[in-house]
T-cell receptor, first 115, second 117 residues
């Protein structure tokens, strides 16, 4: 199976909270990331969490990390239509590849926000 | 914030021709740049890691003679798709890591849409 798994779609109503879930397989992950990709664009780093943290909050974004279950979630409060995008979860392992630390991405969750 | 640009943003070429895509870090130096390929509805597939002044490290299954990567300076890496075929049509994204910045951050370019006819 894939190293990082996410559900492919999430649909929410504007103003509601969105929760995007991700599971990963390697317990030695050092950093876990959330990226946002808008249509036709590259990836934008939204937030990250270090593996020794359980929670991180940044304005409307809350990241929860359950290391025991290898589960990461991203909660977006008061979701707006501008939040519609693909959200990628990624893990970074402590082992270097080719001299650099490479994050492994999930397949992305398409968040659709409707009025 | 750190900005990575790609040029061109989209390109259409004929089968058998070569296409060069540029990736630039605009306001920081990047000793390491990465090239990804993204298929519709799918995740990013790392193609290669490019270190300034040395040969790129290609991921398994990526043909290094077909996807030529050059990282001649701290702000520029290029990906050349040689003898392109329709199956090479894809969205190519580069990213760069700030040489002096926080090691957990990786900045992505806006991507290049390649269509081979």
């Amino acid at each position: 199976g894939e190293d990082v798994e996410q559900s492919l779609f999430l649909s929410v109503r504007e103003g509601d909270s969105s929760v995007i879930n991700c599971t990963y397989t390697d317990s030695s992950s050092t950093y876990l990331y959330w990226y946002k990709q808008e249509p036709g664009a590259g990836l934008q780093l939204l937030t990250y969490i270090f593996s020794n943290m359980d929670m991180k909050q940044d304005q409307r974004l809350t990241v929860l990390l359950n290391k025991k279950d290898k589960h990461l979630s991203l909660r977006i409060a008061d979701t707006q239509t501008g939040d519609s995008a693909i959200y990628f979860c990624a893990e970074r392992l402590p082992v270097a590849s080719g001299g650099s630390y490479i994050p492994t991405f999930g397949r992305g969750t398409s968040l659709i926000v409707h009025p | 914030g750190a900005v990575v640009s790609q040029h061109p943003s989209w390109v259409i070429c004929k089968s058998g021709t070569s296409v060069k895509i540029e990736c630039r870090s605009l306001d920081f130096q990047a000793t390491t740049m990465f090239w990804y390929r993204q298929f519709p509805k799918q995740s990013l597939m790392l193609m290669a890691t490019s270190n300034e002044g040395s040969k790129a490290t290609y991921e398994q299954g990526v043909e290094k003679d077909k996807f030529l990567i050059n990282h001649a300076s701290l702000t520029l890496s290029t990906l050349t798709v040689t003898s392109a075929h329709p199956e090479d049509s894809s969205f190519y994204i580069c990213s760069a890591r700030d040489s002096w910045g926080r090691t957990y951050e990786q900045y992505f370019g806006p991507g290049t849409r390649l269509t081979v006819t």
